[in-house]
């Protein structure tokens, strides 16, 4: 696609976009004037859908009318509840519905997926992750490593980019696999890098991790919602993401998580038991031996909280009426204007840190402003543009197509570059 740098441009491709009208089914924060913002943060909160108030509201309404029968009697049962998210949550990883449950946060899952999927011996127990990974998958995985007995500092390896480079270089993991699989028991990536905005080749991955015998799991916060991961074909034998950046459904609303069929029935596995995991027929005869459900249902806790439940359908659906097809190839176009206009700055102490290659990278571009420092982030806010800062001098925006539009892209460079 030719594009060109130009207002008149971008209301042009808004105006021809199949998907323009679903902008007007969000709610687009406004700033005290009640001037829309400029919001390029999905990648961190996604915004409110329209539709969001009357699904929590039909809870409401139900659990008012019904009290405890709700569980049977609401107009969407609570003790299925789950079940009416799986098929489109399914579709938005790529993963077949047995192998797919919304429960819990993130973190949470993440722990529990390492309960049963990291099985260090004395010798094979360290963890690939990659250098710049979210802190809380680190802490998460240093406190698994501790659990069973190993020095953190020791047990993690990690991915780094080269001397002088953003980014993580595929052949770079394979070496640590070729120099040290005997150490390494788990490959635990973030699918698409939270600072960079890099998207790592995951099929590869899974395959090299599992030619070592090394289970593989990926965090995929910056990629559910965002990029397709495939992860049924992947392979990879575990995943976990949030539901409240690109999905859409509300600050710290539930979690995502996959396990790969290959482990559905498998009952040996180490796991941490709660009562909704245990098999529906007997589970409130509440005196039986655990059984569990088979797929990753059977990892499941505790009833979960309905209404952070309703947020979430009420995005899948959003989702599924776009189609994430749709939504994917407009936000390559999206984006790909964003690296446009970048470029067309002609700055010298700009540097796009994301992959150019649209493969590598979803929404997200990550700007890196040299000899920037936080009044840069401070002063973009004050002229109406909400995005995020990362210390020390990376600007993360990223224009999500469910709602942004080209001319937001446009007139956040527009705003950029007044403030440069
Ligand atoms: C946002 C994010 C989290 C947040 O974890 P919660 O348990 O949902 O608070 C964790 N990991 C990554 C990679 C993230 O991007």
Redesign the pocket.
């Known amino acids: 696609m030719i594009f060109k740098n130009s207002r008149a441009f971008a209301q042009q491709c808004d105006k021809k976009d199949p998907l323009s009208s679903f902008r007007k089914e969000f709610l687009l924060p406004t700033d005290t004037q009640g001037n829309e913002l400029i919001y390029l943060c999905g990648n961190s909160l996604g915004l409110q859908p329209l539709k969001t108030k009357d699904y929590i509201q039909q809870e409401l309404d139900d659990w008012g009318k019904h009290g405890v029968e709700g569980h049977t009697d609401a107009k969407n049962p609570w003790l299925p509840y789950h079940e009416f998210l799986t098929q489109n949550m399914a579709a938005i990883v790529g993963a077949k519905p047995s192998e797919v449950v919304v429960m819990n946060?993130?973190?949470?899952n993440l722990h529990l997926m390492m309960v049963s999927f990291y099985q260090p011996t004395a010798k094979k127990y360290k963890i690939v992750v990659e250098s710049n990974?979210?802190p809380?998958?680190k802490y998460a995985m240093e406190s698994q490593l501790k659990f069973h007995g190993f020095d953190p500092r020791q047990g993690l390896i990690l991915w780094k980019p080269r001397e002088g480079e953003d980014l993580c270089r595929y052949e770079d993991l394979e070496q640590i696999l070729e120099t040290q699989a005997d150490e390494i028991a788990l490959l635990m990536i973030?699918s698409t890098n939270?600072y960079s905005g890099q998207h790592f080749p995951l099929k590869k991955i899974t395959t090299l991790g599992h030619k070592h015998n090394c289970l593989v799991g990926f965090?995929l916060?910056?990629g559910a919602g965002n990029i397709q991961p495939k992860l049924h074909d992947t392979g990879a034998d575990f995943a976990v993401w949030?539901t409240?950046?690109y999905l859409n459904s509300g600050p710290g609303s539930l979690?995502g998580c996959f396990v790969h069929e290959r482990h559905k029935d498998n009952k040996q596995l180490n796991r941490f038991a709660g009562w909704w995991g245990h098999n529906k027929e007997t589970r409130f005869n509440m005196r039986h031996e655990f059984d569990a459900l088979p797929g990753a249902e059977g990892w499941q806790l505790s009833n979960p909280p309905i209404l952070s439940m309703a947020a979430i359908r009420a995005s899948l659906d959003t989702f599924k009426d776009a189609g994430f097809n749709n939504l994917r190839a407009k936000s390559e176009r999206l984006t790909g204007y964003l690296e446009f206009l970048l470029d067309e700055l002609d700055n010298d102490d700009i540097n796009i840190i994301t992959p150019r290659n649209k493969d590598e990278r979803g929404c997200q571009l990550s700007i890196q402003v040299k000899n920037a420092d936080k009044a840069l982030h401070t002063k973009l806010t004050q002229a109406g543009v909400i995005s995020d800062w990362r210390e020390p001098d990376v600007i993360r925006v990223a224009p999500a197509p469910l709602y942004n539009s080209y001319e937001d892209v446009f007139e956040f460079i527009t705003r950029l570059k007044s403030i440069l």
Not at 105 to 108: C, D, G, Q, S, Y
């Open positions: 946060t993130l973190t949470t990974a979210f809380s998958d973030g939270y965090d916060a910056h949030c409240y950046k979690g």
